[in-house]
């Protein structure tokens, strides 16, 4: 069974610029949940989501929205950015809400 | 919100050393998760605990949910240099509709 895929893998933007990072989740998974990592802050919960539906949010400002379709792909959106979005974006899907979560490979967003 | 201490944040062991990690907390987890991540990789899943007291192996790896439910540790034996990378535990609280919960961290060096 194919792992969680993220797309594009890299991506590098300038500040003011908006990006949409995309995660397919394992097939028949219907959570997924994005989270953001940078050097020394470990792993910063973003949002989860499951049928669809938005179930948790983390303490990031509204320029960081996201969404999950009928499918349960899921993207993620930055609006404006910040040269301190720059970060490795994980993505992880779970079977149902709030189980085990196996994430993908990540995006690596460099804003300059 | 909710936070686990990770330790040690980072240890130097020489190649065929046993290796010992934990994470604790003041909550009440139902599910305790390890994951190992290497450079520029998403974490990858190591081992899942589902209930207080589970001890369970994935070959070299051994990890145990702690009786009260608040705690947890990682065993590696006779270390390897490709066990060089980050682990981190992760929790799912009992109560609520909470993200899963992440540690800061055990940053692994193996000396050949």
């Known amino acids: 069974k194919a792992g969680v895929t993220q797309t594009p893998r890299y991506l590098i933007k300038t500040r003011g610029q908006q990006v949409t990072l995309s995660c397919s989740p394992i097939?028949?998974?219907?959570?997924v949940s994005w989270y953001q990592q940078t050097p020394g802050q470990g792993l910063q919960f973003l949002f989860e989501y499951f049928s669809e539906t938005q179930r948790n949010k983390g303490n990031f400002p509204g320029r960081f929205s996201g969404r999950q379709f009928s499918n349960s792909r899921s993207e993620m959106n930055v609006s404006t950015l910040e040269l301190g979005d720059s970060a490795l974006y994980l993505c992880?899907?779970?079977?149902?809400?709030?189980?085990?979560?196996?994430f993908g490979p990540g995006t690596r967003l460099l804003v300059l | 919100g909710q936070q686990l201490n990770q330790s040690p944040q980072s240890m130097f062991i020489q190649e065929g050393e046993d290796v010992s990690m934990n994470c604790t907390s003041s909550?009440?987890?139902?599910?305790w998760l390890w994951y190992k991540q290497d450079p520029g990789e998403g974490p990858v899943l190591l081992i899942a605990?589902?209930?207080?007291?589970e001890l369970t192996s994935n070959g070299r790896l051994t990890a145990q949910f702690g009786i009260t439910r608040k705690d947890s540790f990682l065993n590696i034996s006779a270390s390897i240099p490709s066990d060089v990378g980050i682990y981190f535990c992760a929790g799912q609280l009992v109560s609520g509709n909470t993200p899963l919960v992440f540690g800061k961290g055990t940053r692994l060096s193996v000396i050949a």
């Open positions: 097939s028949g998974h219907r959570s």
């Open positions: 909550s009440i987890f139902n599910t």
């Open positions: 605990l589902y209930k207080a007291g």
């Open positions: 992880a899907s779970s079977v149902l809400f709030q189980e085990t979560q196996y």
